[in-house]
């Protein structure tokens, strides 16, 4: 299809109407009878694919994805956060000081915890794909402290860390970690091309990795709730009800590249099928960002490249209104850590109020497992070696401040991660 194709009526934001309009227009108009792409499962069986109604209330005390820290496993982390920060006596001549870049479970040693964080992943990869580690008092803490300890206990979760920027105040770098925060009252408003950096909602979503982690730092005073969905269970409703819509989901998309004039842009299925092998389940992986089709704030669309399609239009709008049908919705509460299998869970953001004092600060890290891993669908390895690859301990940068990503930069020149 040409860039001289007639785009379809759908924006960054979600319209049901449109929605519903679009979709009794295609279904009186278009051939939709196609039958689920090949080995495509009608219906998905895993405690992947959980319903919201089989889960508890959030904020009832009872939530099985919570888990509270215990007094001696805060104890453990006060000191693994002593022992990776201070000079640490193994032997007579060797002692530990070592940049941040080393923050691994060997140097953030949990005893205890450490199984406990084990079993959370096993269960990200395999079980309700999230989870929320609590009570951690980072009001005690220094900022770099907070860092320190968020990526300590991270790395018993997911030892393998992924780059989320390539430059860092304008030299490159390995930038391990973002900051979600507000950055329009910075006066960056016409750089923001992502709802990350505002108090906007943020649409039903995948980031990049295998993992991502969010630690709250500060909330917000009012919305921000957090949202997720089990994207196998998305997936079931659209299978038996739409299996065209699937169809669609796995063919090959114009995925924007956002000023990267060496590529404008670049095609990939949204969705990806693995039938079961001898070491893993059966299993299908989303991989998408709406903002890509639509453009969003300081990033519009790019008007030099092919439209999506009335079809792809209609799918887009499908992910999000049965996410918002089938999601769980809870607060991420300052101290929180929350960890997401971003390949089966598609996730979202209320939008916020900000207390003007201590507005909603969080922290973000994309993991990998070495041991738990699912296998990379053959689209996504570039990507996926862009973020995990070539990263060496001594050149990982932790920012202190918040940053605008390149990749979410309306002024920027080039796509970074």
Not at 49 to 75: C, F, I, K, R
Not at 373 to 392: C, F, K, M, N
Request: hydrophobic content about 35%; charged content about 25%.
């Amino acid at each position: 299809m040409s860039a001289s194709a007639i785009a379809p009526d759908i924006s960054h934001e979600p319209d049901f109407e449109t929605y519903q309009n679009r979709t009794k227009r295609r279904l009186a108009c278009e051939d939709t009878s196609q039958p689920l792409p090949d080995g495509f499962p009608l219906q998905l069986r895993s405690d992947l694919a959980w319903a919201v109604s089989d889960l508890p209330l959030a904020g009832s005390g009872d939530e099985p994805w919570v888990y509270n820290l215990t007094v001696m496993e805060l104890e453990e982390i006060d000191q693994a956060l002593a022992y990776f920060k201070g000079f640490v006596l193994i032997s007579p001549q060797l002692y530990l000081q070592k940049p941040l870049g080393y923050i691994q479970p060997e140097t953030f040693p949990l005893p205890t915890l450490h199984s406990r964080l084990r079993s959370l992943s096993h269960d990200l990869q395999f079980k309700r794909g999230f989870c929320v580690l609590r009570r951690l008092p980072v009001e005690k803490w220094t900022r770099e402290e907070n860092i320190i300890v968020y990526a300590g206990v991270s790395s018993h979760i997911g030892s393998i860390r992924g780059r989320q920027d390539i430059t860092h105040e304008g030299a490159p770098a390995d930038v391990m970690l973002c900051h979600i925060t507000n950055l329009i009252t910075t006066g960056n408003q016409k750089a923001l091309g992502a709802p990350a950096f505002t108090m906007d909602r943020q649409i039903f979503h995948t980031d990049t990795g295998d993992v991502v982690s969010l630690l709250a730092l500060s909330e917000a005073v009012e919305g921000g709730e957090s949202q997720v969905v089990s994207g196998w269970t998305v997936y079931n409703e659209i299978a038996q009800s739409r299996p065209d819509l699937i169809r669609t989901l796995a063919e090959e998309w114009i995925i924007d590249g956002f000023k990267d004039a060496e590529r404008p842009y670049f095609q990939r299925p949204l969705l990806y099928y693995q039938p079961a092998t001898d070491e893993a389940p059966e299993r299908v992986a989303f991989q998408f960002a709406r903002r890509t089709f639509t453009g969003f704030g300081a990033l519009p669309r790019s008007a030099h490249i092919p439209p999506i399609t009335e079809a792809q239009a209609e799918a887009l709008d499908a992910l999000h209104f049965l996410a918002e049908k089938h999601c769980l919705e809870f607060k991420i509460k300052k101290g929180d850590i929350q960890y997401i299998n971003n390949l089966s869970i598609i996730h979202a953001r209320r939008g916020y109020k900000d207390d003007e004092q201590e507005p909603r600060h969080l922290l973000r890290l994309w993991l990998r497992d070495p041991e738990h891993a699912w296998i990379t669908p053959e689209p996504l390895q570039e990507r996926w070696q862009g973020i995990y690859h070539g990263i060496t301990a001594e050149k990982e940068v932790f920012p202190l401040q918040p940053f605008i990503r390149t990749a979410s930069n309306g002024t920027a020149t080039k796509d970074g991660i």
